[in-house]
DNA sequence: TTGATTCATAACCATAAGGTTATATATTCG
DNA sequence: CGAATATATAACCTTATGGTTATGAATCAA
């Protein structure tokens, strides 16, 4: 996965709708309209949702008749995370090292 | 962590910039000039990067004279990647089921 | 065929994001 | 003190984002 689909996972997933989406449709394929029916929002920028996540290689879709199926592609999700948690070991070992470094400096936190 | 500091975080990560930041800072504690060393980029624009890290929890700054020392708060990314993990299983439960249903159905993907 | 349903696209708007330059504020060094 | 360093903030610009309404195209059902 390169630097700009890494940016688009990411980017789809810091919104709460798309987020909600993603949710349900781990439990099963959903059309557009029962993945619509949550949200007090209009069709159209149900749509422009469903194209962030499309872009981002997070869902997929398939149309059947007049009714659009959208499933998750799980192995786009598995790379962002895989990013996450890969650092994630190096930020937790970090964690208690600047502790003590700040302990022993007398740093003060200001945040 | 509720919803909007979710947005934060996967906002904050959506960028490669940011992405590169968190990762250098995997290697220990950095002032903001190291941090701002490897980008193309004006001070200022640094300084927005941080900010934006900062407000998503996952950094935090100590003042230590003129300089600004800049650490990962590992918590803010383990929440994030909290949420990826905890769907990604039932996504990738999906993806089996999907295919299966799709073969059956005989829907053509049009992606 | 007519009308309802499902969904996408276009055009528009307001706000946010990411960059810039200019400037201000501490802090350190000589 | 005066100059350089480290950083933040303000003001501005351009493009992206998230929403809207209006409209169109396919499909289904009566």
Redesign the pocket.
Same mark, same amino acid.
């Not at 008749?65 to 659009?68: A, F, I, K």
């Given at each position: 996965m390169n630097q700009n689909q890494l940016d688009l996972v990411f980017?789809a997933l810091?919104?709460a709708?798309r987020r909600g989406m993603l949710a349900q449709l781990s439990g099963g394929v959903c059309?557009?309209?029962s993945l619509a029916k949550p949200y007090a929002? =209009?069709?159209?920028?149900v =749509?422009?949702?469903?194209?962030?996540l499309e872009r981002a290689g997070l869902i997929e879709?398939t149309r059947h008749?007049?009714?659009?199926f959208v499933r998750v592609n799980a192995k786009a999700a598995q790379e962002a995370s895989n990013w996450i948690t890969h650092y994630t070991k190096f930020w937790k070992a970090q964690f208690d090292a600047v502790e003590d470094y700040l302990q022993k400096t007398g740093a003060k936190n200001e945040h």
């Open positions: 980017g810091s919104d709708t059309n557009v309209s929002m =209009s069709q159209p920028a =749509s422009k949702h469903l194209r962030v879709r008749g007049r009714e659009n």
